[in-house]
């Protein structure tokens, strides 16, 4: 389910670009990035206009996002090393689970990381 939540992800970001809809102006999408050191991003959503890279992880449960916050922060960390042309840009983080509870919310917003689930990514494609 990890590997079809990703891809979901993936192109709720696109068609939400594609409709002006949210916080993103997505001009590229890298499905994730992976690396033989264990770093790996779940979604590298890129907006060149701006020079803005959303990072993020994608979890089944908000739970596991919570416990994971450091783990991910090491992982932007080594990839912003491996891909040094982006580390003068807006570097933002999201994780992104099927459901996120309040408290979830307010944990991942206090680390600066921009919480999201189906329902937020959703919004507005009717």
């Known amino acids: ?60 449960s908000s739970g596991k996002l919570i416990a994971d916050i450091n783990n991910f922060k090491g992982h932007v960390a080594r990839f912003l090393e491996a891909f040094r042309e982006y580390q003068d840009w807006q570097i933002e983080h999201v994780a992104i689970a099927p459901r996120l509870a309040d408290e979830h919310r307010r944990i991942l917003t206090q680390h600066k990381i921009i919480p999201q689930d189906l329902v937020d990514l959703t919004d507005g494609l009717e």
């Open 1 to 60: 389910m990890r590997l079809a939540l990703e891809k979901l992800a993936g192109q709720l970001y696109e068609e939400r670009s594609r409709k002006g809809l949210g916080d993103f102006p997505l001009s590229n999408r890298i499905l994730g990035y992976w690396d033989k050191n264990d770093t790996e991003i779940d979604l590298v959503a890129v907006n060149e206009t701006d020079r803005c890279l959303r990072l993020g992880s994608c979890k089944r």
